[in-house]
């Protein structure tokens, strides 16, 4: 059974100085679910937060929350009449107010000893309990970051905007505070679209994920499913670690340097072609294994190493495995069984 619709943008378009910023994009996401939208510096993500927040214009499509129309290029709710919560990157806390204060900014409809319970309640689950007589300042940036969460869940917002949260912290810090905010907002139930350039962030955090580029959403869907089968090239390049291998359509399969591979059941590009090649869909066995390759190169990575291996063809490619080869072993090569994914070649 479906579960009813957080958020709703659709064909939403925005400009800047009548340049357009975003165009056409359109996505829905579930109640209780995470979606990030993932892309480069410049790409419209963050307008696009913006514009769902009520803080950016529309000049066409609409925003719907629960199913109400809050934005459209006619008219727009105000921020502060959506029901959302933000997080920002600069944590935008109040310096002149308590943890406590702050984050029971809020919370202003409540009586006072609802609103202590809440902000006990509230940085108990950040993991700072007992800190809500400090200042921000007497903070470390992981901490003012948790208070800034800790504000934004206060009023249980309906849905939770986070611009890049992580973003100024170190990156073992950034890594434990994604898997914190993941945890809370499973145990809350609480619906977050988030924006962040980084994929490890992105694939860790989402339910859903959008990858922009230019203004545009060129893939919406699961991280499982853009790692797998990206859209398009730049999709599969942003996503993650790739190569590209020659291919031609010959004798009803898709003739490679590492051998024929089944046709994929979606119609292929006219002209050259290029196999898209995960590196751990790179097998790594004996000389009689596979196709011949070289190591040219290897880097430790702690749990597996990092290759680069030039077939006998002259086709160089990366590969993960197992530390156990050097530079100038000789290897047999071959795919792991993969639905092939092509692309018209560059």
């Not at 290759?307 to 530079?327: D, F, K, N, V």
Request: glycine residues 10%; hydrophobic residues 40%.
């Amino acid at each position: 059974m479906s579960r009813p619709v957080a958020l709703s943008v659709l064909d939403l378009a925005c400009r800047y100085q009548q340049q357009p910023v975003v165009q056409g994009v359109s996505f829905e996401l579930p109640e209780g679910d995470i979606a990030c939208l993932l892309g480069p510096s410049g790409c419209g993500k963050t307008t696009t937060l913006r514009a769902i927040a009520g803080l950016e214009p529309l000049t066409g499509g609409r925003i719907q929350l629960h199913g109400r129309t809050v934005s459209n290029a006619e008219a727009q709710r105000p921020p502060e009449q959506r029901g959302l919560g933000m997080v920002f990157q600069e944590h935008a806390l109040f310096p002149h107010l308590s943890v406590g204060d702050n984050v029971a900014f809020g919370l202003r409809q409540l009586g006072s000893s609802a609103r202590r319970a809440r902000v006990e309640e509230c940085l108990a689950l950040v993991q700072l309990p007992g800190l809500a007589r400090r200042y921000p300042h007497e903070l470390s940036g992981g901490q003012q970051q948790r208070v800034a969460l800790a504000r934004a869940l206060a009023p249980r917002p309906a849905l939770l905007l986070l611009d890049e949260p992580f973003a100024s912290l170190d990156l073992d810090l950034r890594r434990q505070l994604n898997q914190e905010l993941r945890r809370i907002l499973r145990q809350q139930g609480m619906t977050a679209l988030m924006v962040t350039h980084d994929q490890d962030e992105a694939f860790t955090m989402a339910d859903h994920l959008g990858v922009m580029r230019g203004g545009k959403l060129e893939q919406w869907g699961s991280p499982e499913q853009v790692y797998a089968c990206p859209a398009s090239r730049f999709v599969a390049q942003f996503s993650g670690s790739t190569n590209w291998l020659p291919a031609r359509v010959e004798a009803g399969a898709l003739q490679t340097a590492l051998g024929p591979l089944p046709l994929p059941a979606a119609a292929l590009p006219a002209g050259a072609l290029e196999l898209l090649v995960r590196p751990e869909a790179v097998l790594l066995g004996p000389l009689d294994g596979g196709q011949p390759a070289r190591v040219l190169s290897r880097e430790f990575l702690g749990g597996h190493c990092r290759y680069r291996l030039q077939l006998a063809c002259g086709t160089e490619l990366w590969a993960r495995g197992s530390s156990g080869h050097r530079p100038g072993d000789q290897l047999g090569v071959s795919l792991m069984a993969a639905p092939a994914v092509c692309f018209a070649a560059d």
